[in-house]
């Protein structure tokens, strides 16, 4: 069997820089990687875009979303027979008809993200619909906490904004019923409740593992990301 190709999705308020650490890790072991940029314009849109990149991919695929990456792995991967695996960092995992904002209320938790964002137009948007951006001010408490400032603060300035919609679009029927999820709980996430992040992992009958960090555990705990990573693989490969 040939070796599986790891794609790499990233969320919104940031971009596939973020997997550098965890790239360079896979890489070293001779795993190819392909790490894409999410458009960030709703699920619908985002999971097309992703499907069609994966359309192009022989042989086995591990899918691995971060955030509202997750909620766009869920979507995209249904349907195609290479994708072996699901993996999920601090990430939406929404059921059918499930929307990110009501998926931040599983489980009883509360996120302050919505109360701190910067909304600015876009040309093309639907009426309603804006660019959304964490506040740089709150960023790097509720993003990044546990990278130092003078990082965090820099994420803060080049995050990409996602589309304000996004928030309330449903999800498709979910991947994770039919293909194989691993999940990374972050306990101190304060953009995704932890409590949601357990509901959504249990939910989905998903290997899961716990750990104490920020929403980016990719950048802020590469070694535990990408230990869960080749644990997916390597189940995957059996």
């Given at each position: 069997m040939s070796s599986s190709t790891v794609v790499l999705v990233h969320g919104a308020f940031a971009?596939?820089?973020?997997?550098?650490?965890?790239?360079?890790?896979?890489?070293?072991?001779?795993?190819?990687?392909?790490?894409?940029?999410?458009?960030?314009?709703?699920?619908?849109?985002?999971?097309?875009?992703?499907?069609?990149?994966l359309s192009t991919i022989p042989g086995p695929i591990v899918l691995v979303g971060h955030s509202y990456g997750g909620a766009v792995i869920t979507n995209a991967a249904l349907g195609n027979e290479?994708?072996?695996?699901?993996?999920?960092?601090?990430?939406?995992?929404?059921?059918?008809?499930?929307?990110?904002?009501?998926?931040n209320e599983l489980g009883g938790g509360h996120t302050e993200v919505t109360e701190h964002l910067v909304i600015r137009p876009f040309p093309g948007a639907a009426e309603g619909d804006a660019d959304a951006y964490?506040?740089?001010?709150?960023?790097?408490?509720?993003?990044?906490?546990?990278?130092?400032?003078?990082?965090?603060?820099?994420?803060?300035?080049?995050?990409?904004?996602?589309?304000?919609?996004?928030?309330g679009i449903p999800s498709g029927s979910p991947a994770w019923k039919a293909i194989p999820s691993w999940y990374l709980v972050a306990s101190s996430d304060n953009i995704i409740p932890p409590e949601a992040e357990r509901f959504m992992a249990e939910r989905a009958g998903a290997t899961t593992v716990e750990i104490e960090s920020s929403h980016v555990p990719m950048i802020s705990h590469v070694d535990e990301v990408t230990d869960l990573i080749l644990a997916a693989i390597s189940s995957t490969e059996v």
């Open positions: 971009d596939a820089s973020g997997w550098t650490g965890v790239i360079e890790r896979l890489q070293e072991k001779g795993y190819p990687v392909l790490a894409p940029a999410n458009p960030l314009r709703g699920i619908g849109a985002d999971a097309a875009y992703l499907s069609a990149v290479n994708v072996a695996g699901l993996v999920y960092i601090t990430a939406y995992a929404l059921d059918e008809g499930e929307a990110v904002a009501q998926a964490i506040d740089p001010e709150h960023f790097p408490r509720l993003f990044a906490q546990d990278l130092p400032l003078p990082e965090a603060q820099a994420l803060a300035v080049s995050q990409r904004p996602g589309a304000l919609a996004s928030l």
